[in-house]
C-alpha cells in the first residue's frame, strides 16, 4: 500500500482591512498565534498577514478569526500580478474614501470656527440661534467623517479590547455630547471673546469645534499616511512591471508566435528585438545586444551580452536580436526573486519594532485611566467643570500611539523601495539593527574583489607531457565544477580539444581543488600543497612547486595537474580586479571601515590583488572552513564583520558574519546565507548598502525617539490643563504626519 507523503505546511499571505494602529495589529497576530496549527505574523504598515497554516487548517479558518475581532482578512491571489492589483485596489480605494471624508470634514470646520470671530468683530451680525447653526455644521463631520472611528472603536469595545480609535471616538463623542448639554441648558460661550479663545482659553463650555478640528486633524494624518503606505509599495509595482507580458516563442521549424510570457517554460526559445524587454531569464543562443539593467540593478551603462551569456527577465535589448534559451521561468526567475526579498523586508519586524506592538496593546487602557484619573484629580482640587473636561479630554486626544506604531515600518517600506531602485535589497531588519555596529568589512577575492571571468594565462608541462591530453583530462574533471577557477580551465580546455571526454566519481575538495577518474586515469587539480602518505592532499599550507615549473607571475593562481600521482602541469590563472573595487575600498575605509580581503589562493596572488584595491589587510592561504574561522577571531578581536562574498564556499562565513551581504550573481548558498543581496554587479553597491541601512536605522531610532518622547512630553502638559483639546488634536495628528514624513525623506 502506497502512503500518500504529508502536505508541508503552507505560508499564505492575507490582505487585512479595518486596522487603524499598531495596537490592532498586535491583537489579531497574537489571536491567530492561539490557533492551534496557525502561526501568523501580522505587519499594520503592509497592512498584511503573513500566515503559516498545517495541513489540517483551513484558509478560510484564518478569515473567520480575523472577522470574529472585527476586521477583515482577503487572501491574496497566488498569481503575484493579480495579488499586487488587489493590493493596489484596496490602497487606492482607502486614499479616495480618506479624501472624501476629509474635504468634507475640513469644508465644514472652517466656518464652525470663523462664525464666532464675525460674531465677535460685527457685533450687529449676531443672530439668535447661532449656536444651533454651529451644530448643524459640526453633525456631518462628527458622525460622517468620523464614522470609521466610531465603527473600529465599537468593534474594539464589542471584543473587549481597545486601539487608538477608541481615544479618538470617546474624545470627539465627549466633546459632542458635553457641547450638546450646554446648549440645551443655555450655557454658551460669550462670542465676543472670539474663536482665538479655542485656542488660548483651554477651558469652555462648547467643544463643538473640538470635536470637529480633531476629526479633521486625524483624518488629514492618516490621509498622509496613507498616501506614503501607497507611494512606499510603489517599490513592488515597479519591479513588477518590468515583468514582459507577452513573448516571441521561437518553433522548431524556425517561425515566431505570439504568446503570453507566463506559457514560457524551461528550454523554451525566444526572441527578443531591440527595445524589447527580455521575458525570462535565459542563456543568449544566437545574437548581440547591449542590454539595458539600469531598471533592475541601478546599473546605468548597458552590458554587451552575445552567445553564451545570461540574461535576466526584465532588463531591456537595446540594441541586435537575441535568440534566448530559458532557464528559469515564473517564481524561480530572478526578478520574481527580487520581489520577494522587498516583500520579506517589509513584512518582517525588528525587535523593537515588537516591542512597541506589545506597548501599543497595553497603552490605550493606561491613556484611558490617565484620562479618569486627571477628572479626579481636577475635582478634587476644587477645578470647574470646564477644567475637569478639558484636561480629561485633552489626555484622551493626544496620547493615541500612533506615530509609535508607524516609527519602524514606514521607515522600512520606504528603504526597501529604495534600495530596490539601487539593486540593493535588505532582506530582513537584521541588516538594520548590524549596520550601525559594523565596524568591519571584509571582502572575498574572486568574482567578489575580481570579475570571476578568470582565464589561464600559462601551461607549464612536465617533460614528455602531452598539452592535448593534460588539459583533455584536466578539463573533463573540472567541467563539473562550478569554481571560478574551474571554468577557466575548461575553458582553455575546450580551445584544444573539440569534445572532453567524461569524468566518473567527480569529487570537490573545497578549498583544494577537485579529482575524478577519466578513461582509467586518476586525475587531480588543485594548489600547491604538500603530500601525505597515499599521495593525499595536504591542506596544511603551501606545499613546493615541481622543479621543472618557472617561478609564476605574482598575481596568477596556481592549479596543479596531477595524473596518478605524478604532477604533469602547472597551470596559471589570472583574474582582473573589477573597475569599481578600488573606488569602493576607498569610500568603505572613509567611512572608518577597516577593509579586509580574504581568499583562499595564495599570498603572494592575494597580496597582489590587496594592494591594487587598497584593502587595510589581506588573509590568504584560507578553506572555506577557514574563512569562518578568520571572522571569527576579528570577532573575538572586538570586530563587528561584515562580509561579502558569492561562491559555495562563501555560505558559511557569510552566515557566521554579523552582516552578510551576497552579490546577486552569485550562488544560491550565498543568497540565502546573506543579510543583503547586491544584484549590482558594482562594489560601490557594498558602501551604497551599509548606509542606506544606517541612515534607515538612524531615521527609525529619531522616529521612536520622537514618538515616545512626544507622549512622554504632551501628556503631563494636557492632565495639568496647559492644552485645550483642540491643539491636542492638532499636535497628535502632526506626530504622524512628522513620522512618515521623516521616513519618506529616506527616498531621496
Known amino acids: 500500500m502506497t502512503v500518500a507523503a504529508p502536505r508541508p505546511d503552507q505560508a ?39 500566515v503559516t497554516l498545517r495541513p489540517d487548517v483551513d484558509r478560510r479558518d484564518v478569515v473567520d478569526v480575523v472577522a470574529r475581532l472585527g476586521y477583515g482578512a482577503t487572501p491574496l491571489s497566488a498569481d503575484p500580478d493579480a495579488e ?46 447661532w449656536e444651533w447653526v454651529v451644530t448643524a455644521l459640526a453633525a456631518p463631520v462628527v458622525v460622517w467623517s468620523a464614522w470609521p472611528l466610531h465603527r473600529a472603536a465599537f468593534v474594539n469595545a464589542r471584543h473587549g479590547a ?73 517599490a513592488l509595482a515597479a519591479l513588477a512591471a518590468l515583468a514582459a507580458r507577452d513573448v516571441a516563442v521561437l518553433l522548431p521549424d524556425g517561425t515566431e508566435t505570439r504568446l503570453p510570457a507566463s506559457a514560457l517554460a524551461v528550454g523554451t526559445r525566444f526572441v527578443v528585438r531591440p527595445g524589447e524587454r527580455i521575458a525570462t531569464d535565459g542563456t543568449v543562443d544566437s545574437g548581440a545586444s547591449a542590454v539595458d539593467r539600469s531598471m533592475l540593478t541601478g546599473e546605468t551603462v548597458p552590458v554587451e551580452v552575445a552567445a553564451g551569456d545570461a540574461v535576466t527577465g526584465g532588463t531591456v535589448a537595446t540594441s541586435g536580436r537575441l535568440v534566448v534559451t530559458a532557464t528559469a521561468v515564473g517564481g524561480a526567475t530572478q526578478l ?78 520606504v528603504a526597501s523601495g529604495r534600495g530596490a531602485r539601487e539593486g540593493i535589497f535588505l532582506k530582513s531588519h537584521q541588516a538594520l539593527e548590524t549596520s550601525r555596529v559594523v565596524d568591519t568589512v571584509v571582502l572575498d577575492k574572486t568574482g567578489t574583489v575580481t570579475t570571476g571571468a578568470m582565464s589561464v594565462r600559462a601551461v607549464h608541462l612536465a617533460p614528455d ?14 567541467d563539473a565544477s562550478e569554481h571560478a577557477v574551474a571554468r577557466a580551465v575548461v575553458a582553455c580546455a575546450r580551445d584544444e580539444v573539440d569534445v572532453l571526454p567524461v569524468a566518473e566519481g ?25 603530500r601525505r602518505s597515499g599521495a593525499e592532499l595536504d591542506p596544511s599550507g603551501s606545499g613546493p612547486l615541481p622543479d621543472w615549473a618557472p617561478a609564476p607571475e605574482p598575481d596568477s593562481t596556481l592549479v596543479v595537474v596531477t595524473l596518478d600521482g605524478d604532477d604533469v602541469a602547472v597551470l596559471e590563472v589570472a583574474d582582473e580586479v573589477k573597475p569599481s573595487a578600488a573606488p569602493a575600498v576607498a569610500r568603505l575605509r572613509a567611512a572608518g571601515l577597516r577593509t579586509v580581503l580574504l581568499s583562499g589562493d595564495r599570498a603572494e596572488a592575494a597580496s597582489a590583488v590587496g594592494a591594487a584595491v587598497g584593502v587595510d589587510e589581506v588573509i590568504a592561504d584560507v578553506l572555506p572552513e577557514g574563512k569562518v574561522d578568520a571572522l571569527r577571531a576579528l570577532q573575538d578581536g572586538g570586530r563587528r564583520v561584515a562580509m561579502v562574498g558569492d561562491g559555495v564556499n562563501d555560505g558559511p562565513a557569510l552566515a557566521a558574519a554579523d552582516l552578510g551581504l551576497a552579490v546577486g ?3 544560491d548558498v550565498a543568497l540565502e546565507a546573506a543579510d543583503v543581496i547586491l544584484v549590482r554587479d558594482d562594489l560601490n553597491a557594498v558602501p551604497d548598502a551599509l548606509e542606506l541601512a544606517r541612515r534607515t536605522a538612524t531615521t527609525i531610532r529619531r522616529n521612536l525617539v520622537w514618538a515616545f518622547g512626544y507622549n512622554v512630553a504632551a501628556i503631563p502638559l494636557a492632565a495639568f490643563g496647559l492644552l485645550s483639546p483642540l491643539i491636542a488634536g492638532l499636535a497628535m495628528a502632526l506626530s504622524s504626519v512628522l513620522v512618515v514624513s521623516s521616513s519618506v525623506r529616506l527616498r531621496h
Open 162 to 234: 481597545s486601539s487608538m480609535d477608541t481615544l479618538i471616538s470617546l474624545g470627539i463623542v465627549a466633546a459632542t455630547v458635553w457641547s450638546l448639554g450646554s446648549i440645551l441648558t443655555g450655557h454658551l460661550p460669550d462670542p465676543s471673546q472670539g474663536a482665538l479663545s479655542v485656542f488660548l482659553d483651554p477651558v469652555g463650555p462648547l467643544y463643538l469645534e473640538v470635536a470637529a478640528a480633531v476629526t479633521t486633524f486625524v483624518l488629514a494624518g492618516r490621509y498622509v499616511e496613507a498616501r506614503a503606505k501607497r507611494a512606499a509599495g510603489d
Open 336 to 413: 520574481a526573486g527580487m520581489i520577494r526579498l522587498v516583500e520579506s523586508a517589509q513584512a518582517s519586524k525588528a525587535s523593537v519594532q515588537r516591542l512597541v506592538d506589545r506597548i501599543s496593546s497595553v497603552f490605550v487602557p493606561i491613556v484611558i485611566a490617565l484620562s479618569v484619573g486627571t477628572a479626579l484629580v481636577w475635582w478634587a482640587v476644587g477645578g470647574s467643570a470646564g477644567e475637569i473636561f478639558s484636561a480629561a479630554l485633552a489626555v484622551l486626544v493626544i496620547a493615541c500611539p500612533c506615530a509609535l506604531g508607524l516609527a519602524t515600518p514606514t521607515a522600512m517600506l
Open 506 to 530: 567527480f569529487e570537490a575538495l573545497p578549498g583544494l581543488g577537485a579529482r575524478g577518474v577519466v578513461d582509467g586515469t586518476e586525475v587531480r587539480l588543485g594548489k600547491p600543497v604538500g
Open 665 to 667: 550573481a552569485g550562488t
Open 465 to 478: 607531457a602531452s598539452r592535448r591530453r593534460v588539459l583533455a583530462l584536466a578539463g573533463a574533471v573540472e
Open 84 to 129: 499586487r492589483d488587489e493590493v493596489a485596489a484596496v490602497r487606492d480605494d482607502r486614499v479616495a474614501d480618506l479624501w472624501r471624508r476629509l474635504v468634507v470634514a475640513a469644508v465644514l470646520f472652517i466656518p464652525m470656527v470663523d462664525l464666532p470671530l464675525v460674531l465677535a468683530v460685527l457685533p450687529e451680525a449676531r443672530f439668535p440661534g
Open 12 to 50: 499564505e499571505d492575507f490582505l487585512l482591512t479595518g486596522m487603524t494602529c499598531a495596537a490592532c495589529a498586535s491583537r489579531i497576530e497574537r489571536r491567530l498565534n492561539k490557533v492551534d496549527g496557525v502561526t501568523a505574523a501580522v505587519n499594520y504598515a503592509t497592512e498584511r498577514a503573513t
